[in-house]
């Protein structure tokens, strides 16, 4: 028997007064004939599980004895299943077993674990290529408790000028984006973005939270990201490329890249967002065998006198 169906078992014995084969296979996405054989296993095994025959019988714990193997608290709980998250880097069996686990726990405990599991997306890339100065990050416990239980905050916060404000938020999620941190909560001025390094108060207010009924934090994420990487590159030019070309322009652009269809003579259409012509130009000067730049002219200008530049030195 594996070791996280054994835990998911004993949790659902404990949870329920008492359970049948069939509910076991479907709750641990196994056969009925699995659940039978898990199930006396257990029994043989010491566990004191007994089953209950005839119509309406099934299997329960004597005397509605409480196996907890976990030994988890509620927080622990929590802790726990923040691995189960769709941007958790766990391994998929991992992830099922968890899944698996959560339905097995109480019912106070499975709430927070459930929610635990959606509260963070963890995003590796930095924005942009300078160095990030690490701050501490001082309530990063604090707002995550406040996401998954679901209660508002009232949040001090310091911006970016050395200007404090204080407001109450609806917090919906934490985001890992490199070396820093983020709230996303909705306010009174719509839905807002907070470093959690720049936060100088955190208050639970105890009041729930406002949430979407078709929120997503990955997806909100991703349009935050892709804004903010709209404004710090609001630069974009044409171009064109052979198709081998693609995949190395992805892996060195990154989200600054667009690919768009083939052009009649078989190259791959391309929008490249960038700061500055004068820098996107130096960027992409040797890429030349690869990539041909249609416009602004500005950009095309600033290759042409690089390419002279180098003539002239190497020529």
């Excluded at 196994?30 to 089953?51: C, H, N, Q």
């Excluded at 209950?52 to 004895?65: D, I, K, P, S, T």
């Excluded at 698996?100 to 929610?115: G, S």
Aim: with cysteine; hydrophobic share 45%; proline share 6%.
């Amino acid at each position: 028997m594996r070791a996280d169906r054994l835990m998911a078992l004993l949790l659902l014995l404990q949870q329920r007064a008492q359970v049948t084969a069939a509910e076991v296979a479907r709750e641990l996405e196994v056969s009925e004939r699995t659940a039978r054989r898990d199930l006396d296993a257990l029994a043989m095994a010491g566990v004191p599980v007994y089953a209950v025959q005839g119509r309406g019988g099934g299997w329960r714990l004597v005397g509605g004895a409480r196996t907890d193997l976990s030994g988890l608290t509620a927080g622990e709980a929590r802790a726990l299943f923040l691995v189960a998250g769709p941007a958790s880097a766990a391994t998929p069996a991992v992830k099922a077993a968890l899944r698996k686990l959560v339905q097995a726990l109480p019912e106070p405990f499975r709430v927070q674990a459930q929610a635990a599991a959606s509260s963070l997306v963890t995003d590796p890339q930095r924005w942009g290529s300078s160095p990030v100065e690490r701050r501490p990050v001082r309530f990063l416990d604090e707002l995550q408790d406040a996401v998954i239980r679901g209660v508002q905050v009232r949040l001090g916060y310091v911006d970016r000028d050395g200007a404090e404000t204080e407001r109450t938020v609806h917090p919906l999620g934490i985001v890992a984006k490199g070396h820093s941190w983020y709230l996303v909560s909705n306010t009174a001025a719509g839905r807002r973005t907070f470093r959690i390094d720049r936060v100088s108060s955190a208050d639970p207010t105890g009041d729930p939270v406002h949430r979407p009924d078709d929120f997503d934090l990955a997806e909100s994420w991703r349009e935050i990201a892709d804004e903010v990487d709209r404004r710090r590159t609001p630069l974009e030019i044409q171009a064109v490329c052979v198709p081998h070309a693609v995949g190395p322009l992805r892996m060195a652009l990154g989200g600054r890249l667009e690919v768009g269809g083939a052009t009649p003579d078989g190259r791959v259409q391309v929008v490249i967002r960038g700061y500055n012509e004068h820098i996107l130009a130096g960027e992409l000067a040797g890429l030349v065998e690869w990539l041909e730049v249609t416009g602004p002219p500005g950009v095309r200008d600033h290759l042409a006198q690089i390419g002279t530049a180098l003539v002239e030195r190497y020529g």
